[in-house]
């Protein structure tokens, strides 16, 4: 992790459960975690080609999803 301490992240927001465990990992591993765009993430995946994130069936969701 440390060789990603210089990186931009996007991940969850805090006070999500990813967030409470990535936040605590990279502090250990010597730098702060900070970001807000796990929808980022959501569209990022959803946009992907195949897709690699896709809603469950049933689930609603907006586009692009």
């Known amino acids: 992790m440390t060789d990603l301490s210089n990186e931009t992240w996007i991940g ?32 990022l995946a959803a946009a992907s080609s195949p897709p690699y994130a896709e809603a469950p069936s049933g689930i609603p969701c907006s586009s692009p999803c």
């Open 12 to 43: 969850p927001y805090p006070g999500n459960l990813y967030h409470d465990v990535i936040a605590p990992a990279c502090e250990y591993a010597g730098f702060a975690y900070s970001s807000d765009g796990f929808s980022a993430v959501v569209a």
